[in-house]
């Protein structure tokens, strides 16, 4: 009838662990009208959150009854267990949003673990730091089953603007974060050698930052013409050849040692180039490397 509304459903999450991103998180459901309840160990990490709205459990056991969906944000997945295995009881009809840390095996794991309790596991990877939750070009990739990821899509949606779901499998959300984070962190590392090396020539990182930066920039157009020649086994040395990426390598190697700067990240780069030229690839491309890399050292 006219001038009558309808009630809306009511809209509500557990988020359990209050790190930096937990609290990030359990703030932006209340940013977006969500009634939240909140457990932490160290309950005093809640104090902000429960003077904007969100409700304290006393135990985990409390937390888990409030609502069907709960927000795991911990260190990783051993915290997990030794945060819940108390309280399993209450996992039955609970969906567990595993935001945690950790590998593509113990994702699984933890789903068949959840799911002897009667409570279903979507695994997620979030693809920023604290300050990107709650924005709407942030991205978490999800993977476990479809349908409770569809029926809770808006709800990850408040985590970050993008919610991205590679699968069934719920080890495949854990594996595109660890994709993510071995080119991070590796990046991350190769300009601090940079920098240091620059350093060491008396230069500051911000005189090197430009060519730093546009470097980076490069990377996405190389990334996109190997792609496909690596998927189709292609080496070729027609673009450049191993031999040539080594004798580089080595001078990068050779510039660190003369400034007197640490030589483990360019001494391991170079250790990679040689095995290459010793299994026979210095006139393919330095792609074969990846050959290398699929296998195991051991």
Same mark, same amino acid.
């Given at each position: ?42 309950? !005093? ?12 459990? $006393? ?26 295995? $108390? ?34 596991? /979507? ?6 730091? *604290? ?7 942030? !991205? ?11 029926? @809770? ?12 779901? +590679?699968?069934?499998? $719920? ?6 974060? +660890? ?7 590796? !990046? ?21 930052? *430009? ?8 990377? $996405? ?13 292609? @080496? ?14 080595? @001078?990068?190697?050779?510039? @660190? ?27 393919? !491309? ?5 050959? /290398? /890399? ?5």
């Amino acid at each position: 009838m006219p001038g009558i509304s309808t009630p809306q459903p009511r809209r509500s999450v557990t988020v359990i662990g209050l790190g930096p991103m937990g609290q990030a998180m359990a703030g932006a459901f209340l940013d977006s009208g969500y009634d939240v309840t909140v457990w932490n160990r160290t309950a !005093s990490r809640a104090d902000d959150l429960v003077a904007r709205g969100a409700v304290l459990a $006393p135990d985990v056991e409390k937390a888990l009854a409030a609502n069907e969906l709960v927000v795991l944000s911990l260190t990783d997945y051993d915290a997990v267990y030794a945060t819940l295995t $108390p309280a399993e009881t209450a996992l039955t009809g609970r969906v567990l949003v595993n935001l945690s840390s950790d590998t593509p095996e113990k994702a699984r794991a933890a789903a068949r673990w959840a799911a002897e309790r009667g409570a279903v596991q /979507l695994t997620g990877g979030v693809t920023v730091p *604290p300050s990107g939750i709650g924005k709407a070009e942030s !991205s978490t990739f999800y993977s476990g089953p479809r349908e409770v990821f569809d029926r @809770h899509r808006t709800a990850l949606e408040v985590i970050t603007g993008r919610a991205d779901h +590679q699968g069934e499998d $719920p080890g495949l959300a854990a594996l595109m974060y +660890q994709i993510g984070m071995v080119m991070f962190w590796t !990046s991350m590392l190769s300009f601090w050698q940079a920098v240091a090396l620059a350093d060491a020539n008396g230069l500051k990182a911000a005189d090197i930052l *430009p060519h730093a930066v546009e470097t980076a920039h490069s990377l $996405p157009g190389f990334f996109s013409f190997y792609a496909e020649r690596v998927d189709a086994g292609v @080496h070729t040395g027609d673009v450049d050849r191993l031999a040539m990426g080594t004798a580089s390598v080595e @001078h990068v190697l050779h510039t @660190h040692a003369d400034a007197g700067v640490g030589t483990a990240l360019p001494a391991a780069v170079v250790e990679l180039f040689r095995r290459g030229m010793d299994a026979g690839h210095a006139a393919d !491309s330095f792609s074969s490397l990846v050959e /290398l /890399l699929k296998k195991s050292e051991a």
